[in-house]
């Protein structure tokens, strides 16, 4: 836990002033600050808003300044009833301050000039990532076009590695935003978006829609998994080798029978390996191993999570698309998340924190 | 023939002003129509701040399940658009519809009963808007209503959205049209272009600006109309149209329109802070250049609320660099207000309070402005809490404040009553310490990663505190506007009678009585200087009242009273249902009335009335 969103105290000086102090004093961890930057992009960025903080921060204390002693200052006092001396202007003060305004704005618009162009870069080269971001209403779906799977609401990206999105939407328009990697990049439908980013430290990463696009707009979210080159290819492995539904007994053999059938499942959802194909909800590979539930909506991804998603879904995130045709029973439920719960893919230490404590990193 | 002969006729003559209820409805009095605006604004202003109640009310803790989502997204929507386009717009409207013609020496607007189709568009749009709450739901996505959402993803209330702001849209460019008019062709005799009151030239800019950003809009709502009812696909990517379409033609509208809501405020600054100062304006001609400069350079940014689009470096890079430009004439304007302070003598009444309560409001407003100009920044930025607490130092600390500046300014002018002044800095400093209550944390919960348009959060994003402290502040707030709202209701039933000038001001409407007569002017002032009641106070050839351009006549002439602009804009009101519900018939039947009305203005001579004055001194 150590480290994760702890906030930048110094960058928050000039804004928030003597109110930081109250507010920010003790408080808990922020884990989608932009303050906490992991990878180039975010630090670009970082920087960028923490230079126009201190700059205008400084000139705001200035100018409010100016006018809080003015108008103490010059207040009326009782006694004084003569007029003040009617001055219309003075052409050279007036000039000054265009002049002075003018110089301050080259401070403030060419530097971040040249980020744009950063971002807009094309990584190149063998280690390059990429990764096809399809937004839902109201879930992320991933695809690894290098590998040839998908997943969904849980990014999984190697250290160090340039990550090279395309990002766009099925529906109507979303945004894609994980704070401490990278800034927004909108999900517009008929149209594909780049950007790219890296993380250069392990560790999960929390993101969220950011364009309103109805009811559950608020429970779209997302997580980025940042883990070593080793682990990364594990996973990406055991995605390429599902575990599947050979050698199910119990429960889960009956959770499996359930999704394969009665429950209807397998209509919506696809799970490799098996003969679960449907692709109108999010693929379901390895969601035993998935850090939360209904677009990380319910963390942690427990059995007690999946009983309330199961039971009603349209309770937890009114609108959505998931319809269970029958009415299931408590044992039922339970036999589909014991089911569910054999859906594992690899756990990297991330995962394996993340699992137990959700604000872990 | 028979026009020309009935022409002929002498006007009756009447002694007393217009009186009773349908005198309301057929009213082309700029000053009762400014007061229709004022009353109608105020009661869409309540129903917005109720709105935003309800949302701080669900979003006072994590999880919160006092509003459903359904429920939020309709209050969400309907507070932006109220606020910003049947409370601000209309109250600034109010404020020029009854002190723009007095400032320039004026007997009416240039176009009388244009003015009255204006308030009455004005009243049928909000009322389409409103009655979708009634009619299937409220539309739910959000006042700017981007496609898809907007679009095969929403309810039957998006439609409210549309005809109602064409109707609004229709209103802001009729008025324009009216008071560019009046300005330019309606001042008394001496009050040049560079004698104008700051305010007048506010409401210049702000004409100007509606009737060149009200247009696109307005065709960017016919065409998601179509795409709506019609089946056309102007916006639907699988049908070859463009989805980012929509946010150019919104934003060319909507960010303008940030400046539509802030040149009146500044005009009204510009005019408080003087008066109570007791020195001219620093600057004047500065101030008006600066003034022009912010509403150019306002048509070239609107793609500031886009860069997270995807539009490219080259293009993002372009706007960023206009939309700072923007802040060296905007800057320009603060020095000039922090030097009219400086020397003076500031008598702090209610409206002085509230005139400099702005400036610290709106400089911290334009400064996270400019960092969220700043496009990589604001990749981080935008859509968060911050944009919120941003625009809401804007919009509140930056207009609203300056708007209420204004009412305590003159309402005793437009009522003949004193506000309670006890009661006037109560309110202030209650609404100023809530106001900061409310919307500075939201920039820090904005920066830890609280995006806005949401329902509820997690507790786990840790921005609980930031919330508690906004929901509370916004009650703080409410009770804050809340007590302006009792001193107005106490002053029109026993506020101190107020007199002609009760400040000793500066400018021609401090120089009729209070209220102000139908006629403004029984002779029309000759203007010797700019601030030309106060010229007149300090001249050594003056004697501290205005001279007079004419001789003193006898009775007046004045426009005549017709239901003709309501009914108009009761035919587009029933129009506009026909649409949404198409229905035939009654759409055929709202152009039915329409036509009627335009056809009776047409050949309709209004021979109008002799009014007597009366019989006070001026
Ligand atoms: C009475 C004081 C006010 C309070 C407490 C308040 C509060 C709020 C809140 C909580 C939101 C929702 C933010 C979100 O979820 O994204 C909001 C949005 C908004 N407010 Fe206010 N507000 C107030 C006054 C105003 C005024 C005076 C204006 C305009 C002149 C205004 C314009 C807006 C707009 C345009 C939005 C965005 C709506 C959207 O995202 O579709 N508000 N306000
Ligand atoms: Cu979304």
Known sequence: MAGRGRHRKVALV???LAASALLLGGCGTYPQSDFNAVGPISRLQRAALVEDMRFLGVIGIIVIGLVVYAAIRFRHRPGEEETPAQVEGNPRLELAWWVVIALGLIFLVVPPLRDEFVLAQTPQGPGVVHVKVIGHQWWWEFQYPDYNFVTANELHIPVGAKIDLQVTSADVIHSFWVPNIAGTLDAIPGRINTEWFQADRPGVYWGQCKEFCGLNHANMRL????????DFQKWVDSHQHPVGVAGLTGDALAGWQLFDGAAGCKNCHTIDGTDAKGIIGPNLTGIGSRLGVAAMTLVPNDAQNLSTWLHDPQAVKPG?????????????????????????????????????????? | MATAERALHLPELRTAEERGFLSWLMTVDHKRIGILYLVTSAVFFAAGGVEALLMRTQLIRPDNTFLGPKTFDEILTMHGTTMIFLAVIPLAAAFFNYFMPIMIGARDVAFPRLNALSYWLYLAGALILYSSWFLGGAPDAGWFNYVPLSDAFSGPGENFYILGLLLTGFSSIVSSVNFVTTILNMRAPGMSLMRMPVFVWGTFLWSALLLFSAPPFSVALILLLLDRIAGTGFFVPAMGGNALMWQHLFWIMGHPEVYILAVPAWGVISEVLPTFARKPLFGYRGAVIALFAISSLSFTVWS????????GPVVNDAFMVTTKLISLPTGALVFTWLATLWGGRIRYTTAMLFAVGFLPLFIFGGLTGLMLATAPADLQLTDTYFVIGHFHYIAIGGILFSMLAAAYYWLP???????????????????????????????????YGMPRRIYTYSPLLGVDVYNLLSTVGAYVLGVGLLITLVNVARSLAVGKVAGADPWDARTLEWTTPSPVPAYNFRVIPLVRGRDALWYEKQAPDGDGRMRGAEEAAGAIHMPGLTYLPALLALGLLVAAYGVNFKLVWLAALGALITFYSIFRQMFEADRGYLLEPRGESE
């Open chain 1, 320 to 361: 959505n698309d998931m319809v269970i045709p029958i009415k299931l029973s408590d044992q039922q439920i339970r036999q589909l998340i014991a089911f569910l719960q054999t859906q594992k893919t690899y756990e990297s230490p991330q995962v394996k924190a993340a699992l137990q404590n959700p604000l872990a990193q």
């Open chain 2, 304 to 311: 500031h609320h886009m860069f997270a689009t995807g539009m």
């Open chain 1, 14 to 16: 000039p804004l928030a």
């Open chain 1, 223 to 230: 997580r980025v998994v940042a883990e070593s080159p080793a």
């Open chain 2, 413 to 447: 002018k437009m009522t003949g009553r004193m506000l309670d002044e006890r009661l006037g800095k109560w309110s202030f400093w209650i609404t100023f310490v809530g106001f900061n209550l409310t919307f500075f944390p939201m920039h820090l919960s904005g920066l």
